[in-house]
């Protein structure tokens, strides 16, 4: 039996894991930015990834009510993006701070924990995104590649220790992220909002990929084969992946000069 702390976990993806973490008879911590959590057998934190105090509370109730912790899932994130010249800086400074320090400043506060124990795991919650990089999405592309790179990095600095490291890259699945969605761009914002909202693919379909490959020790775990195609085509078949993200912009191109922004 773990001791799981998962952030963003009132909703989404991070509800999905709580809630199968719970059901295979795991201690589970659900943290979020709302006061009250769900009642799903786990026990609740509020946590905002932005506030370094909230992470040093975090720390401190799984050491008191635990005496450490195995699994730290760094999940909290807000979906973003549009065009270079029409996203705000504003936009930018946001989902750095959410999806990319949100994850740094998580890392930072366990490591501690982990490096004391010599055991531990780093789950970090990237995208598809972060491996392959459509236009329109400059702002989510480079927080969730900064993920990998740091979710890299990490499995590396701390293998001596016996920390094992997981960066999660999953594509669009149905959710409430496109929620979080704001913005000058609202075209690319509507066009992200229906991916997301038409997907196949349930939230809880991708956690129980997730929690096979956390069980796998697996550092890159991509959930879902639509993200496993784009991933090995940018890979295998770069001048065809090139060719499908020009597809893209083309159409989001027609879309501006017809007036769509």
Known sequence: MSRVLVTGGASGLGAALVSQFVAEG??????????????????????????????????????????????????????????????????????VDINLMGVVRGCRAFTPVF???????????????????????????????????????????????????????????????????????TAMGATARQLIEKSPRSAEEIAAGVIAGIKKKQFLIIPDRPALMAWRTKRFARPLYDRQMRKIAARARGRADSGDE
């Open 26 to 95: 795991h201690q589970v911590l659900s943290s979020d930015v709302s006061v009250d959590g769900p009642e799903d057998g786990a026990s609740y934190l509020e946590l905002d990834v932005r506030s370094p105090g909230d992470w040093a509370k975090a720390v401190e109730w799984c050491e008191q009510h635990w005496g450490g912790l195995d699994i730290l899932l760094n999940n909290a994130g807000i979906a973003t993006g549009g065009r270079i010249d029409i996203e705000s800086l504003d936009e930018w400074d946001r989902v």
């Open 115 to 185: 490096k004391r124990q010599r055991s531990g795991h780093i789950v970090n919650t990237a995208s598809a995104a972060g491996l392959v990089h459509p236009p329109m999405m400059s702002s989510y592309n480079t927080v969730k590649a900064g993920v990998v790179a740091l979710s890299e990095t990490l499995s590396h600095e701390l293998h001596p220790y016996d920390v094992t490291v997981s960066v999660v890259c999953p594509s669009f699945f149905r959710t409430n992220l496109a929620d979080s969605i704001r913005g000058a761009d």
